[in-house]
């Protein structure tokens, strides 16, 4: 049994009580009456709350006609969508709804309360003909052309079209709008799927708690379509219009408000992560390996990068498995998948130079320790930067278990920089608890495992550091057997060390210990 069926069979009960009233309603006489007083309540209830949670904008109403049949067509982020067309449009907003909700306690109650459609998705001739009844009566419809959310049921995120960052189009609401003679209005729908995204529900993969984001919905121009007659409208032309449509709709969004904030175009994303080897003769004496942390972005640790250019000394900064696309792909994988990654490029690496410097982040940390151990007859030194041995979140503990319950959690916060907490912060929002489960598991056997370590160290901690626990830098301190190891000390800075408050120290404290060792 899926979750949300477990959840709507709690929800019988309510959904009795709702429909025998309205039925107690029809019997009466009273319906229609009841069910526009309902309609308004709850709108007026719902406006109340989506301008107080998410300080809702709405944009364009006058591209809206205040009389006469047209077609809204939206963008699908999230299931709260259709809620905030519903509540702010002033007109009565009527929806296209797939047949399988009529199975749904109360949410059919609702749908049935703003006399919307249900269709049979694959083809519903009547259903169709019915929709098009009342638009030539003079309804508004609200239409999601892309069919579903991307990222529910089985459409991956992965099938955006890179030029509007929406699924593609299907010609239904091109198909109805011709048929019925009316213009379709697009909708760009901004920040839903931060608020309440699919991950949340149906799926249930996240704890189901809205976020308090802004929301805006924006009307575009409406579009007319000089066909009278679908026959003649041949497919080449329903699919010229219908990608005209998710232009239209694509240009009133903010990506960057998505659930998984996107750029337009989408480029495929570069996993290989940043390498320079200097044409030299021979190898060179010395090569510098960098690895990001779980959930981070490899900028978080290429700052190193311009030094090393600089200096001439080959490098590698690998992207490790998971990273460097969606969070999704974090999904399954564990520490071993980012050791195997690393040891590759450390290999890689070896083959360019005689001694790996190696520089590991938060995660990477880990990763350069059990190199270190592993490889001493490569690994000449080890550069660590809020190693991830111990996690300030009592919660962390807990991430064995809340994996078999939720798949996905939101990340912490990894910065004390306002400017790169809110504008700049390109780490993942959110990871996969299995995989931060198997890395918290790593933690605990790499502590087994430091009085193995003897590669000269310099650990870098902050005294602020919300994500790892700063004792954690005094613990591998201890306990390594290092002759060579010293801790250098930052007050300000978050998490990420490297593009924090206090980033240009950071990156020089590191610059000038490589220096030291490379003469």
């Not at 067509?73 to 259709?82: C, R």
């Not at 900028?299 to 490098?315: C, H, M, Q, R």
């Not at 991830?388 to 912490?412: I, Q």
């Amino acid at each position: 049994m899926e979750r949300y069926e477990l959840l709507n069979k709690i929800a019988q009960p309510v959904d009795m009580l709702l429909g025998g009233s309205l039925e107690l309603a029809r019997k009466a006489g009273v319906y229609d009456k009841v069910r526009e007083t309902l309609v308004a309540m709850i709108k007026q209830n719902m406006m109340n709350d989506f301008e107080k949670k998410f300080n809702l904008e709405i944009l364009g109403t006058e591209n809206v006609p205040a009389s006469g049949g047209a077609i809204v067509a939206a963008n699908h982020q999230s299931w709260l969508d259709a809620q905030v067309l519903g509540a702010s449009s002033e007109r009565e907003l009527h929806f296209m709804a797939k047949s399988e909700f009529v199975e749904w306690p109360v949410l059919s109650k609702l749908i049935d309360l703003t006399q919307s459609v249900f269709i049979r998705r694959g083809g519903d001739s009547e259903g169709l003909q019915d929709v098009v009844n009342r638009l030539k009566e003079g309804w508004l419809v609200a239409i999601f052309p892309e069919g579903t959310i991307p990222g529910e049921e089985e459409v991956s995120r992965d099938e955006l079209d890179p030029e509007t960052g929406l699924l593609r189009g299907k010609s239904g609401a091109v198909r109805l709008a011709i048929m019925a003679g009316v213009p379709i209005i697009p909708v760009g729908v901004s920040g839903t799927g931060q608020a309440f995204p699919p991950e949340m529900y149906p799926r249930l993969e996240m704890p189901p708690m809205q976020k308090s984001v802004p929301i805006t919905i924006k009307y575009g121009k409406p579009i007319h379509f000089k066909e009278k007659n679908i026959e003649k409208v041949d497919r080449d032309k329903l699919r010229e219009y219908t990608d005209k449509v998710m232009k239209e709709i694509s240009a009133l969004i903010d990506h960057k408000r998505c659930f998984i904030p996107i750029e337009l175009p989408i480029k495929k994303p570069d996993t290989s992560g940043l390498k320079y080897y200097p044409k030299k003769t021979g190898k060179s004496e010395y090569g510098v390996l960098a690895l990001h942390g779980f959930t981070s972005a490899i900028d978080t640790v290429s700052g190193l990068e311009p030094f090393l250019k600089e200096k001439k000394i080959p490098y590698r900064f690998p992207i490790l498995r998971g990273h460097g696309t969606i969070p999704h792909n974090l999904v399954g994988v564990t520490f071993q998948d980012w050791y195997d990654d690393a040891e590759k490029a450390l290999l890689e690496l070896y083959e360019h130079a005689e001694k790996i410097i190696v520089v590991g982040l938060s995660m990477g940390g880990l990763l350069s320790i059990e190199l270190g151990i592993n490889h001493p007859d490569k690994v000449s030194n080890v550069v660590l930067i809020a190693a991830a041995l111990k996690f300030a979140d009592p919660m962390s503990v807990l991430s064995p278990a809340l994996a078999k319950v939720f798949k996905f959690w939101d990340s912490p916060n990894s910065y004390n920089d306002e400017y790169m907490k809110e504008k700049n912060n390109r780490n993942y929002s959110f990871f996969a608890t299995d995989s931060f489960a198997s890395l918290l598991e790593a933690s605990k056997e790499v502590e087994k495992r430091l009085p193995l370590f003897d590669r000269p160290v310099l650990i870098l901690q902050s005294k602020k550091d919300t994500v790892v626990d700063p004792k954690a830098a005094k613990v591998i301190y201890n306990k390594i057997k290092s002759k060579s190891k010293k801790i250098a000390w930052f007050n300000e800075s978050g998490h990420e060390m490297c593009l924090d408050l206090e980033a240009d120290a950071v990156l020089k404290t590191i610059d000038d210990h490589i220096s030291k060792i490379v003469g």
